[in-house]
C-alpha cells in the first residue's frame, strides 16, 4: 500500500518529498527507500509503474528510470522483463569456496530452493569453454544448463561444461540434484581445487529470457573451473546471478579453520 498522500508521521506526503534539499533524483530514491524501510512496501510488493511514479513525483519517466535502476543495482529493487518493477528479497550469502550444494545453502540461510533443468547437450567444445577446459575444439563435452530459484524467483542461470571422457553416463542422471553429489557417488571424483573469475557483464540472450531480464541487463558471471582428487581439470561452470539477489561473503578465518581441518 503506497503511502505518499497520507498525512500519517510514518508515510511522506508529496509537498515533504518535493522540500527535501536533495537533487530530484536523490529525493526520489530517499523516498522510495523510507516506504520500503518503513515496511509500507515489503518485499516481493510490486511498485507502481514508472508513468504513475512520474506524474506522482511530477518529473520525467527518465528521472523515474535512473531513480529505479540506482536502487536495483543496491539490490533495493529489482525488474521483470514486462512486469515492473518490485522489491527486492534480502540477498542471499555466497561463499562461492563452499563445498554445500545450492539446496543445502539456501536451506542454511531458511530459503526454498528449486532447480529446473532446462536443456541438456553434447557437443564439441569451442570458444571460452574450451579456454576454461584447456581443451582444444575436438574434445567432446557435455552442458547442462538449469535454472535456479530462490523462494520461486528464478535468480540464477548455471551452465555446466563437462568434459565427456570422464562422465560418460551422467546424462542419465537426476540432473536436477546436486552435481557433486553425482560426481561423489557415481564416480568417485571430490572437488579438490577450483578456480574462480568474477565478472559484471550484461545477459545473453537465453540467460536474460530465462531470469526475467531484458537482454543486455547487467548479471553477476561468475566462472568456476574446478579439479578432482588426482588433480584432473574435470569441469567449468558459468554462473549467471540477477544482481539484486546475491552478495558474495568469504570469511578468511572460516576458510583457515575448513583447511586446518582436512
Not at 527535501?20 to 518485499?43: D, F, H, M, V, Y
Not at 540434484?177 to 577450483?194: A, C, E, K, N, V
Not at 536474460?208 to 574446478?226: D, E, F, M, P
Amino acid at each position: 500500500m503506497w503511502g505518499f498522500y497520507s498525512e500519517s508521521n510514518d508515510t511522506w506526503t508529496r509537498s515533504e518529498i518535493l522540500s527535501q534539499p536533495q537533487t530530484q533524483l536523490g529525493r526520489i530514491k530517499t523516498a522510495l527507500k523510507q516506504q520500503i524501510e518503513s515496511g509500507i512496501i515489503n518485499e516481493g510488493d510490486k511498485l507502481p509503474s514508472e508513468r504513475e511514479l512520474s506524474e506522482l513525483f511530477m518529473t520525467t519517466r527518465i528521472t523515474i528510470k535512473d531513480a529505479l535502476v540506482s536502487l536495483a543495482t543496491e539490490g533495493l529493487l529489482y525488474r521483470e522483463e514486462r512486469r515492473g518493477w518490485y522489491v527486492s528479497p534480502q540477498r542471499i550469502e555466497y561463499n562461492p569456496l563452499s563445498r554445500s550444494h545450492f539446496h543445502q545453502m539456501m536451506r542454511e540461510q531458511n530459503r526454498i530452493a528449486q532447480t529446473q533443468l532446462i536443456d541438456v547437450r553434447s557437443e564439441l567444445a569451442n570458444g571460452d569453454v574450451a579456454q576454461a577446459l584447456q581443451v582444444d575444439g575436438f574434445t567432446p563435452i557435455h552442458i547442462i544448463e538449469r535454472l535456479r530459484y530462490i523462494d520461486g524467483r528464478a535468480v540464477l542461470f548455471v551452465e555446466n561444461c563437462l568434459k565427456a571422457d570422464l562422465f560418460i553416463d551422467i546424462l542419465q542422471q537426476d540432473l536436477t540434484q546436486s552435481l557433486t553429489g553425482i560426481y561423489q557417488t557415481r564416480f568417485g571424483y571430490l572437488t579438490s581445487r577450483s578456480r574462480f573469475e568474477v565478472i559484471p557483464t550484461s545477459a545473453p540472450a537465453h540467460v536474460a529470457k530465462a531470469l526475467n531480464l531484458a537482454q543486455g541487463q547487467a548479471v553477476l558471471k561468475i566462472c568456476r573451473v574446478n579439479y578432482n582428487q588426482f588433480g584432473d581439470l574435470m569441469d567449468c561452470e558459468f554462473e549467471y546471478w540477477r544482481p539484486d539477489a546475491v552478495m558474495i561473503r568469504i570469511d578468511s578465518q572460516e576458510e583457515k579453520n575448513r583447511f586446518d581441518i582436512e
